[in-house]
């Protein structure tokens, strides 16, 4: 069984500070890594994923995320935020060569942002 | 192309009623895979249908049943519902291009919120 750890639960920041959303996952086989985001009363969308080559992943609005085997994580990142930027992250992992798309979700990071 | 969209966005039952979830998913994605997010359990995954065959099921109990028909729009049932089946229910489509069906980005829907009072 796979499943994905968000250590966080909440994180306050100011604007223009960077950031860092941490995601744990643990699996048996190898998985695919994803990052989403979530808006108030939207769907979810997603930032960015990590399928194989560079473990450096740049996404949309600025983020990015790292792959480590060694420490099975996938953190989130952005170098300076907006007030824009907040809202829920989850972190998500499917499984390779699964046969389908399943995705199996963190508790999800709140990211709140203030002036 | 437009979004992933379900019908309707709003919906209030109450106890012991049936309900059903309609989900269209983009134009040309075959996959589509449902999730029900609640406070206290997150996101969890309740079934994925491809080509209208059920190819996957999370654990939930047999309440819970859906369907694909042959334009890929899905719809999921909930039978005899109870308090806790209050949730958002997100639909999510994908078009398994290629690398695999784990590899494929999923399209969310902005959900159904359902109240079960």
């Known amino acids: 069984a796979q499943s994905v750890t968000q250590l966080d639960s909440q994180v306050p920041v100011f604007e223009e500070a960077p950031v860092e959303l941490r995601c744990n996952y643990s699996s048996s086989v190898s998985v695919y890594l994803f990052w989403y985001v979530q808006y108030p009363n939207q769907g979810l969308q997603l930032l960015l994923k990590y399928l194989s080559g560079s473990t450096l992943v740049k996404g949309i609005n600025g983020f990015e995320a790292e792959f480590n085997k060694s420490q099975t994580s996938f953190h989130l990142r952005k170098p300076s935020v907006h007030i824009s930027d907040t809202a829920e992250y989850f972190c998500a992992v499917s499984y390779m060569n699964s046969g389908y798309s399943t995705l199996t979700f963190g508790k999800g990071t709140m990211l709140l942002v203030s002036p | 192309k437009a979004g992933v969209t379900q019908t309707p966005r709003y919906l209030i039952k109450t106890r012991g009623q049936q309900v059903t979830l309609s989900c269209s998913p983009i134009s040309g994605h075959r996959s589509v895979s449902w999730y029900q997010q609640t406070p206290g359990q997150g996101l969890q995954f309740l079934f994925e249908y491809f080509s209208e065959t059920q190819r996957n099921k999370g654990n939930f109990p047999g309440r819970f049943s859906g369907r694909q028909f042959s334009n890929s729009r899905s719809e999921m049932n909930v039978s005899t519902l109870e308090l806790g089946d209050s949730a958002l229910y997100l639909c999510?489509?994908?078009?398994?291009?290629?690398?695999?069906?784990?590899?494929?980005?999923?399209?969310f829907g902005p959900g159904t919120r359902l109240t079960v009072l």
């Open positions: 999510a489509s994908s078009l398994e291009a290629s690398g695999g069906a784990g590899a494929d980005t999923q399209y």
